[in-house]
């Protein structure tokens, strides 16, 4: 054995010294005594629109009744096919208000992908708009918010009396579906239990009257904490327009003309947002929020231009309910920021593939446990049996997620991320397995091999590269290639 006995106490038990007080509390119910405490309160913003703690309340309440009435309730799905938007706000709570687990999906994403999503999913019902589907992709219930007259309805809080059954901390709370390397997509669900922990931690920033702008896609786990956090303490959610997170004009528009307090963000937009613009633009930012892509010191060193923001490093995949280690940054952060230590109730393992722990300043694989971790893959006991393996430094019972990340200690405690075991990558926030797409350009006719990698540039940032081997060799249009990959694979992933 490598470790003498002090190394491991403080490699496995002092750096994971992390509990904290855990609550039985679920997302409806923490929201539900936040509307108690400050009902005039503004909640959500959206462009012109503002609705207080209780008008938002009353509708979250009106659309969860009619959703019990279709059949929703805990361990249900209800889909949500529909673009950043106060109505999607409104979805999301009131599915989780029901008792059931929202599946947001982009509707800008390929049919293909949607269709497969569904029928894996297998939804209660779909929420959509008019503006957001033209044709219902499947045979799945399909619920137009902008037509539903929901006034007959209460606005009265629901409760376990009016649910099909009672909602748990351990009940679903959302399935999010991410890239896999099979060329199909994979769900992970989420408890309650999982979600208020991170909340929780988030909310540690937040105050009465603090508005954080919410420009994360509603499709990745990220926006998440922007979605609940501030809704627990009295805080507002700022909504960026559909595609506003493309455009740093239209953001720094909005943080300053909204008085935005907390950014929630990836690097590479984050820098957009700040090139070539005066430091005013995060005038009144107190709390910036970071994750997806790896963190440079010249990144940081350029926001601390820009204000005394508190700037955290954020770390977790999607099985791990958004971050569960963490750095809160400082001035002077070496070239490349560390990801940090283990978030409260979490649990960070640095492994070699016998799962002994390795020394500090070794590579070694990392492993997560603790109460964030995802219930599993939706559909997929044999995959979630090879990624969640038992804990052998844990109480009985308690699982640990195999990230495929290659990390090492620092000395001080905190972690830094080395890269992948396998091909997955992350463009922009976004986790994309290279498989995934090579296995979807290999469906062209003309085309027998496919490969997808990543070009880095400082200057325009990372982008995914492509190459293809025709049939017969007969030379193929680029053009027409390309659009091909944008008709079956999320623009993000098109190479």
Known sequence: DLLDADEKQLILEDWNHTDHATTTDTLVSMFGAQVTRTPDAPAVVDGNRTLTYAEFDARVNRLARHLITQGVGPETIVALRMRRSLDFVVGVYATLTAGAAYLPIDPHHPAERTHFILAVAQPTCMLTTHDDQDDPPDPVPVLHLDTIDLSPLSGAPVTDADRRAPLRPQNTAYVMFTSGSTGRPKGVTVAHSA?????????????????????????????????????????????????????????????????????????????????????????????????????????????????????????????????????????????????????????????????????????????VAGVQLARGYHSRPALTAERFVANPYGPPGERMYRTGDLVRWHPDGNLEYLGRRDLQVKIRGHRIELGEIEATLTTHPDITHAAVTVHHDHHTGDRLVGYVVPRNHTPLDPTTIHTFAADHLPDYMVP
């Open 195 to 367: 979600i208020v922990n991170e909340v929780q931690w988030v909310a540690f920033d937040y105050g009465l009257g603090d508005r954080l702008l919410q420009s994360n896609a509603v499709t990745f786990d990220a926006s998440t904490p922007d979605l609940f956090a501030p809704l627990q303490v009295g805080g507002c959610v700022v909504l960026a327009g559909p595609d506003g997170q493309r455009d740093p004009d239209y953001l720094a528009e909005l943080i300053r003309a909204q008085k935005v307090t907390h950014v929630a963000s990836v690097p590479t937009v984050l820098t957009a947002l700040m090139a070539s613009r005066s430091p005013d633009v995060l005038r009144g930012v107190r709390v910036v929020y970071l994750g997806g892509e790896t963190l440079s010191g010249q990144t940081v060193a350029r926001l601390a231009e820009f204000g005394p923001a508190t700037v955290w490093n954020q770390y977790g995949p999607t099985e791990t309910t958004v971050s569960v280690i963490c750095h809160r940054c400082t001035q002077h952060e070496e070239s490349v920021v560390p990801i940090g230590t283990p978030q409260i109730n979490c649990h960070a393992y640095v492994l070699d593939h016998r799962l002994h722990p390795v020394p500090v300043a070794v590579v070694g694989e990392l492993y």
